[in-house]
T-cell receptor, first 115, second 112 residues
Framework: NAGVTQTPKFQVLKTGQSMTLQCAQD?????MSWYRQDPGMGLRLIHY???????DQGEVPNGYNVSRSTTEDFPLRLLSAAPSQTSVYFC??????????????FGNGTRLTVT | SQQGEEDPQALSIQEGENATMNCSYK?????LQWYRQNSGRGLVHLIL?????REKHSGRLRVTLDTSKKSSSLLITASRAADTASYFCAATGVQGAQKLVFGQGTRLTINP
């Protein structure tokens, strides 16, 4: 199994550009989430989804959109990139949306730089 | 606000020594989890302890949980160079249980 796959691995954007970070998992996990990791800030939750068609906001949702049309995919969209969105983005999933005692499985991240 | 906060922020020890990292959290929790992150990689789950458990072991890892002090500790025994990584605690709150909130992490360096 590939687990959680994120693409691209690296991306450079200019301020105001838009892009979509892709996340796919092949474990049939209902729960998927997006985090950003900044130096000294740990990981902060952006958005999450407990199943297809259901999304909700995390700690830092502003500037990001998500949708969940399938169980496998959970793309993160930046509508108008800003330098403050320079970060490393991680997608994570876990089995069974209602099981809070299941561990998260992480992708290897997308390193985004906004100039 | 961070639910989990690790202490120390950085720790450097000799190979073979034990490493202890601490985590404090703010609200009532369902469980507390520990993750490891190697440089340039995603986080890997190490161990989960539920709120009604006080201690849990997994190989060279020992986790304790004190809900009265809202704190947890991760002990790595007989450290190895391969244990060099950042370690994060993450708490699942009773409120907002679908949001796993991470601390800032402890950077552990094992010197050969």
């Amino acid at each position: 199994n590939a687990g959680v796959t994120q693409t691209p691995k690296f991306q450079v954007l200019k301020t105001g550009q838009s892009m979509t970070l892709q996340c796919a998992q092949d474990m049939n996990h209902e729960y998927m989430s997006w985090y950003r990791q900044d130096p000294g800030m740990g990981l902060r939750l952006i958005h999450y989804s407990v199943g297809a068609g259901i999304t909700d906001q995390g700690e830092v949702p502003n500037g990001y959109n998500v949708s969940r049309s399938t169980t496998e995919d959970f793309p993160l969209r930046l509508l108008s990139a800003a330098p403050s969105q320079t970060s490393v983005y991680f997608c994570a999933s876990r089995e069974t949306g209602g099981s809070i005692n299941s561990p998260l499985h992480f992708g290897n991240g997308t390193r985004l730089t906004v100039t | 606000s961070q639910q989990g906060e690790e202490d120390p922020q950085a720790l450097s020890i000799q190979e073979g020594e034990n490493a202890t990292m601490n985590c404090s959290y703010k609200t009532s929790i369902n469980n507390l989890q520990w993750y490891r992150q190697n440089s340039g990689r995603g986080l890997v789950h190490l161990i989960l302890i539920r709120s009604n458990e006080r201690e849990k072991h997994s190989g060279r890892l020992r986790v304790t949980l004190d809900t009265s002090k809202k704190s947890s500790s991760l002990l790595i025994t007989a450290s190895r160079a391969a244990d060099t990584a950042s370690y994060f605690c993450a708490a699942t709150g009773v409120q907002g249980a679908q949001k796993l909130v991470f601390g800032q992490g402890t950077r552990l360096t094992i010197n050969p």
